[in-house]
Structures are given as structure tokens and as C-alpha cells.
């Protein structure tokens, strides 16, 4: 194993301990605090039954907090928490761009040559994309957290 493998593996064993943004700000997709809208998603991935509830708020284009709920393998609970890092304060097509670089990368199958400006501690799961049973995994609060930003924007154009 490479020391380059070898970091991007401590950086996802270090995240599936913290697991950064684990606990939802609300219990709904209700704005709240500095907050004009606010996304939920759930997303589930039967192959293997990992899990995940995703809490986007924003203000204005600007993404205010990425919370979540999961229950689920490490790759999946450390890919939540590196989003919920990464999310707050950036605007909202700057993340977008983020999920779609992310998921490019997983779809490599370890071939891409990722962004590290962009992607952040991020581009640790192009390992993962080695191994097609796991990208799922990998991508699962991404998934979510992309719907629950279309939500939230849907919501606003509601008013």
C-alpha cells in the first residue's frame, strides 16, 4: 500500500469516528435559525442496508448547515461526515459542482485524477471507487444531500 492509500485510509477510519454533522439540526425541513429554507432527504441503499437522513439549510445560495442521521458501513458514515465538513459556506453551485466531481470520481473505478482543491479530504474515497460494491456506499449522503438542495430550492420558489 502506498502512503498516499495509506493517509487517504486514516482520513476515513478519522471520519467514521467523528463523524462531523451527526445529528439532525430539525426534525424536518422547517428553516430554523439563520436559515430562509431548508432540504431533507433520506436515501437507502438495500444492497447492504446502509442508511442516511440528510439536513441541507441555506441562506440565500449560501449553504448554512449540512446535518445527518445514518446508520450504516464506515465508508458510508465517513462520506457524510467529509460533506457535512466540507458544505458549510459554500454557495450552492459551488457544491453541486463538488457532488458531481465527487461523483465522476467514483464512477473512475480509481482511473480519475480528482481535484484535491476542490474535492478536499474528499478525494480519499477514489480508493473506494476501486471497488464497485462500495460505491454506493461512498455516494449514499451525496445522493441525499443533492436532493435535499433541490428541495430546499423548491421550497423557497414556493413562497
Keep these: 500500500m502506498s502512503a498516499l492509500d495509506q ?55 449560501t449553504v448554512t448547515s449540512l446535518t445527518w442521521q445514518g446508520d450504516g458501513c464506515s ?16 454557495d450552492v453551485s459551488t457544491l453541486l459542482t463538488q457532488i458531481e466531481a465527487y461523483r465522476e470520481m467514483l464512477r473512475s473505478r480509481g482511473a480519475a485524477e480528482p481535484d484535491e482543491e476542490l474535492l478536499g479530504d474528499a478525494v480519499a474515497f477514489l480508493g473506494v471507487s476501486r471497488f464497485v460494491a462500495r460505491v454506493k456506499c461512498a455516494a449514499l449522503a451525496w445522493v441525499a444531500t443533492e436532493a435535499a438542495l433541490r428541495q430546499a430550492a423548491a421550497g423557497r420558489t414556493e413562497d
Excluded at 75 to 90: F, K
Design 7 to 61: 493517509m487517504y485510509q486514516e482520513v476515513i477510519l478519522d471520519h467514521s469516528k467523528r463523524r462531523i454533522g451527526e445529528g439532525l439540526a430539525a426534525g424536518d425541513a422547517t428553516p430554523m435559525g439563520d436559515e430562509d429554507a431548508a432540504g431533507c432527504h433520506h436515501e437507502y441503499n438495500p444492497t447492504c442496508g446502509d442508511e442516511i437522513l440528510v439536513r441541507v439549510g441555506l441562506n440565500g445560495d
Design 75 to 90: 465508508i458510508s458514515m465517513a462520506a457524510a461526515s467529509v460533506l457535512s465538513e466540507m458544505a458549510p459556506g459554500a
